[in-house]
C-alpha cells in the first residue's frame, strides 16, 4: 500500500526501531526516498514474520560515487547473472565464476558483479588478497574446505532470533562455528594483508558453539514438541525425568514379577495402551485367584484387565513423568535458542568475514582453473587488453577453439571503435568481453587475458541486439532508442559504451542516419568524448572513421572459398564494405533457390537495377503487372544521366567559365528553374 512509504511514517518507524533521536548516524537522513523505500521494506517484514525484528542493526548507505554503475539494461545485455535468452543462471557470467563455497559467499560475489568498484586502492586491495590465495593452492584448498563445512549463517541467525529456529538448525549453526577457530588460525598463518586483518578480527564464538555442543543432541528431531533435543548431562531435572522414562520397562516387568508370585497367577502380565493406560492382564482360567485389590478395567474375549493402587501410582508417576519431560524440553531448548539470539551481531559478523574470504578463495579458483591474469587497474585513461577471452564462451567451446582477440581504447587516437564485419563473425562477443574484462577487473578479479590493463570506468553502457517491450508498449525500434538516449545523455569521459548495432529497427536510411549523429557525438561528447565500441553494418560509417579525430576503423576477418565464407574470429585494424548476409543465410540453411535469387537481385541492387527487379520474376500463377508510373523505386533507376555527367567531371581541370557553363548544363539535365 502505499501509505506505507510515506516519509514521515518510515522515518518514525525507523527511528523507533533503531532508538535513536533520527537517522542521521547511518549518513542517510536527508535521503527520503530511500527512506521511504527502507521504511516500506520494513514494515513488509514486520507484517510477514510477526516477531521482533532485533537482527536489523544498521541502515546502510550505498554510496554511487564509489560504484561502477550498470544499469538494469547492460546487466541484461551483457548476461551477467543470466542469459538473454531463456533467463537462465547457467550460461552467466555469475555461474561462471561462482565456486564459492558458502552461500554467504555466493552473494557477496553477486553483489560485487552488480557493484565493481571505482577505488584503486580498494581493487588493488582484492586482487592482492585473490594473488595471495591464486599463488598458495594449499592455502587456498584448506581455506574452501573448511568452509565447504560451513552452512548459510546469515540465514541460520534470521531463523534463530525470529524464533522459527528448530534444533537441525541450531545442530547447523554449531557445525559452522566449529570451523572459526580453524579457519582464523590458518588465516593468522599469513603474514600480512587482508587475510591477516580478517583473522584477527574473527570472533571464534567459542561460548556459543561450547552452549549448543553441550545441549543439543546430535539425532534431535525436526519437531520441538517430540523431545529428544537435549543432551543428557546438560539439566539434572531432565536427567531424572529420562531416567524414570527409560528404566519404567524394568519397573513394570518387577511389578508383573511380584504380583505373579504374590496371587500365584502363572500367566499374569502388564501392559499399556493408550485408552486404558498400564494394566494387569489375567486369562479368564485364572480369575478365581484374582485377589480383592485388583480392580477390574476392561473385558475381553479371553481376559479380564485390572488396575491395582500400586499400578495405578505407577502410570501417574510415568505419564506426568513423560509430559513434564516434553515441557522441560521445549523450555531448555527455546532458552538455548534465545541466548544463541543475543550473539546475533557476533553471528553476522563472522558470517560477513566468511563471506569475504569465500570471495576471494572463489576468485582465485577461477582464476586457477580458467588461467585467468592479474590485471593492472589504474585511473588512467587506457583501456588495452592483450589476447583477451570472453570468459562465458570460452568454456562452453573445445580448449584452444576460442580465438582471442586485442583491444585498446584510449582518448587521443582510439577513442571510438567503429568494428564492421559478417553476422556471426564474432563482432558481439568481442564487444561483450571487452565490457565483462573490464568489469572482472574493477570488481578485483583476475582477467581472462594474456595482459590487461584497465583504466578508469565510472560507467559501462550497452546497446545489443533487438529486443521488445510490449507490456509497456514499446516497440523493438522504441527500446532501442531508449537504451541510445540513456547512453548519450548519461555517459561521462570515463565510461565504457558497447554499442552493437545502432539503427536497425527503422529504415535504411534513417537508421544510417541516427548511427552516423550517434557516433559523431559519442567521439565529441563534452569535448572529450567517451571510450565506445561500435559494431555496426552500415558501412558508410567507415567514411567517418576515416575523416574523424580518435576514431579507427576495425573490422572481424573472415576468408571466401568456394562462393561461401570462414570466420576467422580475429579483430583487425581496417574497415569492410561486405556483410555477406547471403552467404550467412546459406549456412543457416535457407533453401538454395532462394539463395540464388538474392544472389541475382543483390547483383541488380549494386547495379542499380532493383527498380524492375519484381518485373522480371513474377510470383508463379500472378500475371506480369507493370509498376505503377508514380511509385518511387528503393534503390534508385538503373539508368541516370545526371549522375554519369558529374561522374565524368575532373574539377581540377575546370577553368572558371567552364564551371559556370557546366553549371547551367547540369541544372538543364536535372529539370532545375
Not at 548476461?79 to 543462471?89: F, H, K, N, S, Y
Not at 473385558?299 to 508417576?317: D, G, Q
Not at 570471495?359 to 582464476?367: G, M, R
Request: net charge neutral.
Amino acid at each position: 500500500p502505499a501509505d506505507h512509504f510515506h516519509r514521515e511514517r518510515a522515518r518514525e518507524l525507523l527511528t523507533s526501531h533503531f532508538g535513536t533521536v533520527n537517522l542521521a548516524g547511518f549518513g542517510c537522513d536527508e535521503l527520503d526516498a530511500g527512506l521511504a523505500a527502507a521504511g516500506g521494506l520494513f514494515i513488509y517484514i514486520q507484517e510477514t514474520q510477526k516477531t521482533e525484528l532485533a537482527h536489523i542493526e544498521r541502515l546502510t548507505r550505498l554510496e554511487l560515487a564509489d560504484t561502477l554503475i550498470i544499469d538494469d539494461a547492460s546487466r541484461r545485455n551483457l548476461e551477467l547473472c543470466q542469459t538473454l535468452v531463456g533467463a537462465r543462471r547457467e550460461g552467466s557470467l555469475l555461474a561462471t565464476l561462482d565456486l564459492t563455497r558458502t552461500p554467504m559467499g555466493a552473494r557477496y560475489l553477486k553483489r560485487a558483479l552488480l557493484s565493481p568498484l571505482r577505488d584503486t586502492a580498494r581493487i588493488g586491495m582484492r586482487l592482492d588478497t585473490v594473488d595471495r590465495l591464486y599463488a598458495d593452492p594449499p592455502l587456498r584448498e584448506t581455506i574452501r574446505e573448511r568452509l565447504g563445512e560451513v552452512y548459510d549463517l546469515e540465514r541460520l541467525n534470521s531463523r534463530v532470533v525470529l524464533g522459527s529456529a528448530n534444533a537441525r538448525d541450531l545442530l547447523a549453526l554449531k557445525s559452522s562455528l566449529a570451523q572459526l577457530p580453524i579457519l582464523r588460525e590458518t588465516l593468522a598463518a599469513v603474514p600480512e594483508g587482508r587475510l591477516a586483518a580478517i583473522a584477527a578480527e574473527m570472533d571464534p564464538l567459542d561460548d556459543l558453539h561450547a552452549l549448543l555442543a553441550a545441549a543439543i543432541r546430535e539425532d534431535a528431531p525436526v519437531g520441538l514438541r517430540e523431545g529428544h533435543l537435549i543432551r543428557t548431562g546438560y539439566h539434572a531435572e531432565l536427567d531424572g525425568l529420562i531416567d524414570l522414562l527409560e528404566n519404567g520397562r524394568n519397573l513394570i516387568l518387577a511389578l508383573e514379577a511380584s504380583e505373579r508370585e504374590r496371587t500365584g497367577i502363572a500367566n499374569l502380565k502388564a501392559g499399556y495402551n493408550k485408552v486404558f493406560g498400564y494394566y494387569l492382564e489375567v486369562s479368564k482360567g485364572q480369575l478365581r485367584h484374582v485377589p480383592d485389590h485388583f480392580i477390574r478395567k476392561q473385558t475381553l474375549v479371553n481376559a479380564e484387565r485390572f488396575i491395582t493402587p500400586e499400578l495405578k501410582e505407577f502410570e501417574a508417576k510415568v505419564l506426568g513423568a513423560e509430559e513434564k519431560r516434553l515441557a522441560l524440553e521445549y523450555r531448555l531448548f527455546t532458552e538455548v535458542r534465545q541466548q544463541a539470539a543475543a550473539c546475533s551481531s557476533r553471528i553476522l559478523h563472522a558470517a560477513g568475514l566468511l563471506a569475504r574470504v569465500d570471495f576471494y578463495a572463489c576468485l582465485a579458483e577461477a582464476a586457477r582453473r580458467h588461467h585467468y591474469v592479474r590485471p593492472r587497474v589504474d585511473d588512467g585513461e587506457v583501456i588495452d587488453i592483450r589476447e583477451g577471452r570472453h570468459p562465458v564462451i570460452e568454456l562452453a567451446l573445445p580448449a584452444g577453439r576460442f580465438v582471442p582477440n586485442d583491444v585498446s581504447l584510449d582518448q587521443r587516437e582510439r577513442e571510438v571503435l567503429i568494428i564492421t564485419g559478417p553476422n556471426m563473425a564474432g563482432k558481439s562477443t568481442v564487444l561483450r568481453q571487452t565490457a565483462l574484462i573490464a568489469l572482472m577487473a574493477r570488481m578485483g578479479s583476475f582477467v581472462p587475458a594474456a595482459a590487461a590493463t584497465i583504466g578508469a570506468v565510472d560507467r559501462i553502457f550497452t546497446r545489443v541486439g533487438a529486443m521488445d517491450d510490449l507490456r509497456r508498449g514499446q516497440s523493438t525500434f522504441m527500446v532501442e532508442m531508449n537504451e541510445t538516449a540513456n547512453i548519450l545523455n548519461n555517459a561521462t569521459e570515463h565510461s565504457l559504451i558497447i554499442l552493437d548495432e545502432i539503427g536497425r529497427g527503422t529504415s535504411t536510411y534513417d537508421g544510417l542516419a541516427i548511427a552516423w549523429a550517434v557516433a559523431e557525438e559519442l567521439v565529441g561528447k563534452n569535448g572529450k568524448g567517451v571510450k565506445t565500441l561500435f559494431a555496426t553494418h552500415y558501412h558508410e560509417l567507415i567514411e567517418l572513421a576515416r575523416t574523424t579525430p580518435r576514431m579507427q576503423n576495425y573490422n572481424i576477418a573472415v576468408r571466401e572459398w568456394n562462393d561461401s565464407i570462414i570466420f576467422m574470429h580475429k579483430l583487425l585494424e581496417g574497415g569492410t564494405n561486405r556483410s555477406y548476409g547471403i552467404q550467412v543465410a546459406a549456412l543457416a540453411g535457407v533453401p538454395p533457390h532462394v539463395i540464388a535469387r538474392a544472389k541475382e537481385l543483390l547483383r541488380r541492387i549494386e547495379r542499380g537495377e532493383a527498380a524492375v527487379a519484381a518485373e522480371t520474376r513474377p510470383a508463379p500463377g500472378r500475371p506480369k503487372t507493370p509498376r505503377h508510373p508514380g511509385q518511387l523505386p528503393l534503390f534508385g533507376g538503373g539508368s541516370d544521366p545526371l549522375r554519369k555527367k558529374m561522374g565524368e567531371i575532373e574539377p581540377d581541370r575546370l577553368t572558371p567559365l567552364e564551371a559556370l557553363a557546366l553549371l547551367y548544363e547540369l541544372k538543364a539535365m536535372g529539370g532545375g528553374s
